[in-house]
């Protein structure tokens, strides 16, 4: 079970996504959505997807081979 606040909530989603036997659920509390490119410029979407297009540092040790 993975919990996830604010930018959290990507991070969780992303690792759910790559590991999904080894998650049985999420909790999302305020997080931010995917949904967010209408409401942002062209620059602000290169960035929020420049952040969010690699694992979190820390979490390639965990890579399944």
Do not use: C
């Amino acid at each position: 079970m993975l919990v996830g606040h604010s930018f959290g909530g990507l991070i969780i989603r992303q690792y759910a996504a790559t590991y999904p036997r080894d998650v049985v659920g999420l909790v999302l509390v305020d997080v931010l959505l995917e949904r967010l490119k209408p409401l942002m410029t062209v620059a602000n979407w290169k960035t929020y997807t420049g952040f969010n297009s690699k694992s979190p540092h820390g979490l390639e040790q965990y890579k399944d081979p």
